[in-house]
C-alpha cells in the first residue's frame, strides 16, 4: 500500500470524534470485508516471492492501524469520562434544597405532654364526640333546661335539636354508663362557645377533662393531683391556688391557678380550669341512666372528683403568647417556633 494512503487512513483514525465513529472506522480497514482483510485476500493471486513481500507490507500496516486505532480509543474513552464526571459534578458551594417540615401544632402537643403526664399518674384517654345532645351536655350534669346556670356555656344549637358541646364533660357521663368505678379517665378534645372572639375567648377551643371515681375520694385527692400536673407543666416550684367556684355537677366546685412569673418582674395568679367532687346529683343521674339501659345501678355512695383543663390557656401561659387567635390563624411564622416533634398518642386520632 501506499504511504500515502497509509497516513489517509491513520487521519481518519485521529479526526474520528467519538467512540462509534471510531468503531465506523475500524470496521472499514480492519474488519472482516475491510480494506486490510480483502488485500490479504487477493494475495492468493500472486507469485510466492510477491506474496512474501506483500503480506510483511499489509501486515506492518494492520499493526500500524490496529495501534492507532487503540491510542484513538484510549483518548476518546478518557475524554468520554471526563465529560462524564463534569456532567455529574456535584457543587458544594450552591445553596442547599429547602425540604420544609411539619410538626405537632402547640396545642396538640400540650395535650400530648398532659395525656402522657396523666397517663404515668394512671389514667385513660378517652374521645368523646363533638355532637351532643341536651341530655349529656346539660341535663345529666345536673344542668336541667330551666336552671340559670345554662348560661354559663353560650351554646351552638343545631337545627335538629343537638349541639356543639361547650365542654368535654358530657363523657364523665358517657363513660359511667358504660364502666363501673374505680376508673380514672382524661378526655381531651374540642369544645365549642357561642361567643363574640376576642384575645382570650375563641368559639372553639381544646379542654382535656378529667374524673377520678372510687371509694372515699377527697378533696385533697383532687388539689394533689391538678398541683401534680401543673408542676409537671411550668415547674417543681409552681404555687397552685384553689377558690370555690360554682359548676353544677361538682359541690364543692373550685377554679385553680398558678402563680405566674415573667422575666420582667411581673406575676400574678392565672386561672388554668375548674374543678371539684362529683356531685351527687350526677351519680344519681348516671345510675337512672343505667337502669333504664338494663344495668345495675352502682354509683351511690361513690365518690370521685372532676376537673376540666383549656389547652390554650396553658400554652398561653407557657409561652408568653398574648392572643388566643393565633392558634388558628395558622401563620406558619408563629406556629412554627413552638414545632415540637411528631408522636404517636392516641389523642391525636382527636384533634
Ligand atoms: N366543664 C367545665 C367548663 O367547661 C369545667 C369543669 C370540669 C369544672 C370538671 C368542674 C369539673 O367550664
Redesign the pocket.
Known amino acids: 500500500m501506499q504511504h500515502e494512503a497509509q497516513n489517509e487512513i491513520l487521519d481518519e483514525i485521529l479526526a474520528s470524534s467519538s467512540l462509534e465513529e471510531l468503531q465506523t472506522v475500524k470496521t472499514k480497514y480492519l474488519g472482516k470485508n475491510g480494506l486490510v482483510t480483502s488485500q490479504l485476500k487477493e494475495m492468493g493471486k500472486l507469485s510466492p516471492e510477491e506474496r512474501k513481500a506483500k503480506g510483511a507490507e499489509i501486515n506492518a500496516l494492520k499493526t500500524s492501524l490496529e495501534g492507532a486505532v487503540e491510542a484513538r480509543k484510549e483518548v476518546l474513552e478518557q475524554a468520554a469520562l471526563e465529560a462524564k464526571l463534569h456532567s455529574e459534578a456535584i457543587d458544594v458551594t450552591l445553596p442547599a434544597l429547602h425540604f420544609p417540615v411539619g410538626g405537632l401544632h402547640i396545642i396538640s402537643r400540650i395535650l400530648a405532654d398532659l395525656e402522657g403526664m396523666f397517663g404515668r399518674l394512671g389514667y385513660r384517654t378517652v374521645l368523646g364526640q363533638e355532637v351532643e345532645d341536651d341530655l349529656h351536655n346539660f341535663d345529666a350534669?345536673n344542668i336541667p333546661w330551666f336552671h340559670p346556670a345554662r348560661d354559663?356555656?353560650d351554646t351552638f344549637w343545631m337545627t335538629d335539636g343537638r349541639l356543639l358541646r361547650?365542654?368535654?364533660?358530657p363523657m364523665?357521663i358517657r363513660y359511667m354508663l358504660e364502666h363501673t368505678a374505680p376508673l380514672r379517665i382524661t378526655v381531651p378534645g374540642k369544645?365549642y362557645r357561642y361567643e363574640a372572639t376576642d384575645a382570650t375567648h375563641e368559639s372553639m377551643f381544646h379542654?382535656l377533662?378529667?374524673?377520678l371515681v372510687g371509694d372515699n375520694i377527697r378533696m385533697s385527692d383532687l388539689k394533689g393531683t391538678i398541683a401534680e400536673i401543673a408542676r409537671g407543666l411550668f415547674g417543681p416550684s409552681t404555687k397552685v391556688r384553689f377558690q370555690p367556684?360554682y359548676?353544677p355537677?361538682?359541690e364543692p366546685?373550685?377554679?385553680f391557678s398558678v402563680w405566674w412569673e415573667n422575666p420582667r418582674g411581673e406575676s400574678k395568679w392565672l386561672e388554668l380550669?375548674?374543678?371539684?367532687m362529683v356531685h351527687p346529683s350526677v351519680f344519681r343521674a348516671v345510675d337512672d341512666l343505667r337502669e333504664a339501659l338494663g344495668k345495675p345501678r352502682t354509683y351511690e355512695g361513690k365518690t370521685g372528683?372532676?376537673?376540666?383543663l383549656?389547652a390554650e390557656r396553658i400554652a398561653m401561659l407557657k409561652y408568653g403568647i398574648p392572643d388566643i387567635r393565633y392558634f388558628y390563624q395558622n401563620d406558619l411564622k408563629v406556629l412554627g417556633q413552638f414545632r415540637g416533634e411528631l408522636e404517636t398518642l392516641s389523642i391525636l386520632e382527636a384533634l
Open positions: 350534669l354559663l356555656w361547650t365542654h368535654t364533660s364523665q369544645v379542654q377533662e378529667g374524673l367556684s359548676y355537677f361538682v366546685g373550685a377554679d380550669g375548674g374543678c371539684g372528683f372532676a376537673f376540666g383549656g
